[in-house]
Antibody, heavy 120, light 111 residues
Framework: QVQLQESGPGLVKPSQTLSLTCTVS??????????WSWIRQPAGKGLEWIGR???????NYNSSLRSRVTISVDTSKNQFSLNLNSVTAADTAMYYC????????????WGQGTLVTVSS | QSALTQPPSASGSPGQSVTISCTGT?????????VSWYQQHPGNAPKLMIY???ERPSGVPDRFSGSKSGNTASLTVSGLQAEDEADYYC???????????FGGGTKLTVL
């Protein structure tokens, strides 16, 4: 059973770059018809899709974040990563990684999430 | 502002049925059958409950059902139980440009 786990700093200073990694276990990141996604959720608010990447490196980003986001994949490590630059307090949120199935259009499974706070 | 519109709250007594709506446009909900619903308990990651409008993943009780009419999708929870109290989010595929959009979430309270 595939599981995802986010990792990275919990505190980032304003104007710096937020960097997170999602490690996939229980299966190969390269198998199946999937995209690997990042989603965030500010405290008490709804879900916001950030972007996705295929194992071939094809990416799509939320238009509202596109200028600041980069998602990459390392198939040898079964990982994919998120970089969000020029962060502000508005980027403070729980960040989730999730697998997107192109067959059924779902995010499943999800990682447990990691809280990132932007503060000096 | 979320792309899909959900009521902020819904409630029902144990054993009753509750329906949560999710309204989009012809570019998302109305244009594709890739509507999903996610349940999120406090402090937990979202959990897939419904996919492709009305399909249930293995392990999801059949008390949960989904439907769609035009640009509005709905999640119905029948025979409400205390453990159903959670936030529910809808999502829809929105094409190759916008990819996916979420609703703002509905807090379901079991009275």
């Amino acid at each position: 059973q595939v599981q995802l786990q986010e990792s990275g700093p919990g505190l980032v200073k304003p104007s710096q770059t937020l960097s997170l990694t999602c490690t996939v276990s229980g299966g190969s990141i390269s198998s199946g018809s999937y995209y690997w996604s990042w989603i965030r959720q500010p405290a008490g608010k709804g879900l916001e899709w950030i972007g996705r990447i295929s194992t071939s490196g094809s990416t799509n980003y939320n238009s509202s974040l596109r200028s600041r986001v980069t998602i990459s994949v390392d198939t040898s490590k079964n990982q994919f990563s998120l970089n969000l630059n020029s962060v502000t307090a508005a980027d403070t949120a729980m960040y989730y990684c999730a697998r997107w199935s192109t067959m059924v259009g779902t995010f499943d499974p999800w990682g447990q999430g990691t809280l990132v706070t932007v503060s000096s | 502002q979320s792309a899909l519109t959900q009521p902020p709250s819904a409630s029902g007594s144990p054993g009753q049925s509750v329906t949560i709506s999710c309204t989009g446009t012809s570019s998302d909900v109305g244009g594709y059958n890739y509507v999903s619903w996610y349940q999120q308990h406090p402090g937990n990651a979202p959990k897939l409950m419904i996919y492709e409008v009305s399909e249930r993943p293995s392990g999801v009780p059949d008390r949960f059902s989904g439907s769609k009419s035009g640009n509005t999708a709905s999640l119905t929870v029948s025979g409400l139980q205390a453990e159903d109290e959670a936030d529910y989010y809808c999502s829809s595929y929105a094409g190759s440009n916008n990819f996916v959009v979420f609703g703002g979430g509905t807090k379901l309270t079991v009275l």
